[in-house]
């Protein structure tokens, strides 16, 4: 009977941490998402497409890091400036999140 009980209280125990995980996974909401202005040389040039980005949030809501998987580099510049200027709402951990910016 004691092994049951120990055992219970243990698959207990891991089950609230992998809740805990997948909260931590959910989508944070966004504060503050400034349009990226749309290049003059991109006007210039017609340029259009879309640019793909991975965002790593921090605790505070500010982007840590960015990591661009396309897009035109005259496009990504203007993403990476306006990124700059992103805030998202608090947390306890890091997030990630994909976002993709058309033009």
Do not use: C
């Amino acid at each position: 009977m004691r092994v049951v009980r120990k055992t219970i209280a243990v698959t207990s125990l891991m089950l609230s941490f992998a809740g805990g995980a997948v909260f931590a996974q959910q989508a944070r909401k966004v504060l503050s998402n400034p349009t990226p202005e749309y290049p003059d040389l991109a006007k210039k040039l017609h340029l259009t497409g879309s640019v793909k980005v991975t965002v790593v949030i921090a605790p505070d809501g500010h982007i840590k890091d960015t990591q661009f998987q396309g897009g035109n580099p005259v496009l990504v510049d203007a993403v990476q400036k306006a990124l700059k200027d992103w805030k998202y709402a608090p947390a306890n951990t890091e997030s990630e999140a994909s976002l993709e910016f058309k033009f």
